[in-house]
């Protein structure tokens, strides 16, 4: 079974910075793509950002040149940092996973239970 273990959410002032960690664990999985998605009151849950176990990125529109998202391989765990951040940012960060138990080919999605991110003065 997989498990993805979120920290770093928080209280932050407008400009502050916050970073966010996730750590998946599941006995002989491999994890392609891994990222983060945010979810505000009364609207859908969307991407932030994603990598891919090559180091590829995807970040969307609104956070550019303000997160950053890496990835250490050997210990499944995805990070989010966050800069300059804005009262809009604020939302449930939740962890996504895409991976596969080794030996097969049909990859599935895994989420962590969200970490809340709250951008207040």
């Known amino acids: 079974q997989v498990q993805l273990v979120e920290s770093g959410g928080g209280l932050v002032q407008p400009g502050g910075s916050l970073k966010l960690s996730c750590a998946a664990s599941?006995?002989?999985?491999?994890?392609?793509?891994m990222g983060w998605y945010c979810q505000a009151p009364g609207k859908q849950r969307e991407l932030v950002a994603s990598?891919?176990?090559?180091?590829?990125?995807i970040y969307a529109d609104s956070v550019k040149g303000r997160f950053t998202i890496s990835r250490d391989n050997a210990k499944n765990t995805v990070y989010l940092q966050m800069n300059s951040l804005k009262t809009e940012d604020t939302a449930v960060y939740y962890c996504?996973?895409?991976?596969?138990?080794?030996?097969?080919?049909?990859?599935?999605?895994?989420w962590g239970q969200g970490t809340q991110v709250t951008v207040s003065s």
């Open positions: 990598i891919t176990s090559g180091g590829i990125t």
């Open positions: 599941g006995r002989s999985f491999s994890f392609n793509a």
């Open positions: 996504n996973a895409r991976g596969r138990r080794l030996g097969t080919r049909v990859e599935y999605d895994y």
